[in-house]
T-cell receptor, first 113, second 113 residues
């Protein structure tokens, strides 16, 4: 039951260009969305979030866009840097939030010099 | 920057033995979670905990699992009688509120022999 889907297992982007990571969800009860970054042997690190009442949230090089009608969100990283190479997870939460985050399978972003 | 700490980083246990995984959440956080990630699979929610009681648990969190906050700083996950399929990375997380970013520890790799 894939309520949160990240259909690209990997993505390769040249340093300095824009990285766009995509995520789709099926559960219309989700109302808060997050992106996490994960390096090997470390836990997920929170990057940016967005509430369902917004369609965009920006923090430095990171921008998240939410299209509720399409049940789609994306993370833009501009400009991409070598340290951005990691696995990126999309996650969602619904209602009161006590039932935890639902994660996607992740996208491995590789920034090429 | 405050962080969630987990010990041990790697635990090897014989099948059928009890294991306790330990976590120290971020000090001003009141909401605590355990997740697991089986190799090659998604991060999955196990349980959420607030005000000294379980708030929600997934179907994974059966009678073999329990959680406890034995003092003001630690948050533990106990598996009573481990099975081979319990082998996974176990992540602890904490947050200031239900619909706020959850911050993760670096995980405990549990290997059941």
């Amino acid at each position: 039951d894939q309520q949160v889907k990240q259909n690209s297992p990997s993505l390769s982007v040249q340093e300095g260009r824009i990285s766009i990571l995509n995520c789709d969800y099926t559960n219309s009860m989700f109302d808060y969305f997050l992106w996490y970054k994960k390096y090997p042997a470390e836990g997920p690190t929170f990057l940016i979030s967005i509430s369902s009442i917004k369609d965009k949230n920006e923090d430095g090089r990171f921008t998240v866009f939410l299209n509720k009608s399409a049940k789609h969100l994306s993370l833009h990283i501009v400009p991409s840097q070598p340290g951005d190479s990691a696995v990126y997870f999309c996650a969602a939460i619904s209602g009161g939030g006590a039932d935890g985050l639902t994660f996607g399978k992740g996208t491995h972003l590789i920034i090429q010099p | 920057e405050p962080e969630v700490t987990q010990t041990p980083s790697h635990q090897v246990t014989q099948m059928g033995q009890e294991v306790i995984l330990r976590c120290v959440p971020i000090s001003n956080h009141l909401y605590f979670y355990w997740y697991r990630q089986i190799l090659g699979q998604k991060v999955e929610f196990l349980v959420s905990f607030y005000n000294n009681e379980i708030s929600e648990k997934s179907e994974i969190f059966d009678d073999q699992f329990s959680v406890e906050r034995p003092d003001g700083s630690n948050f533990t996950l106990k598996i009573r009688s481990t099975k081979l399929e319990d082998s996974a990375m176990y992540f602890c997380a904490s947050s200031e509120a239900w619909v706020q970013p959850q911050h993760f520890g670096d995980g405990t790799r549990l290997s059941i022999l």
